[in-house]
């Protein structure tokens, strides 16, 4: 069963730069797509960007320019290189397998506060 654990969240200031990582396991990760997530307070759950195991990618309308996403298969890790930072930006960042099997189960995700 595919699990995940994001790490590398925390507090920066507007114009700063953080990088998540994503640790999967559970799935033959190099023919898996993974995509990330974030989750502000009081909204609901919003698609940040995907990654074709190809490496192709795909990031939202509101990060495109700023946020970039890599792998490491060897690792079986996904990258979330964010950068320009706002305060519209904080929120919980979670990632997953692209699509996402009915079975999963979201990881606790990774806080980033982006303060102004």
């Known amino acids: 069963q595919a699990q995940v654990v994001e790490s590398g969240g925390g507090l920066v200031q507007a114009g700063g730069s953080l990088r998540l990582s994503c640790a999967a396991s559970?799935?033959?990760?190099?023919?898996?797509?993974m995509a990330w997530y974030r989750q502000a307070p009081g909204k609901q759950r919003e698609y940040v960007g995907y990654m074709a195991a190809s490496g192709s990618t795909n990031l939202a309308a509101s990060v495109k320019g700023r946020f970039t996403i890599s792998r490491d298969n060897a690792k079986n890790t996904v990258y979330l290189q964010m950068g320009s930072l706002k305060p519209e930006d904080t929120g919980v960042y979670y990632c997953s397998p692209y699509p996402a099997p009915p079975s999963f189960t979201w990881g606790q995700g990774t806080q980033v506060t982006v303060s102004s």
């Open positions: 559970g799935i033959i990760f190099s023919t898996t797509g």
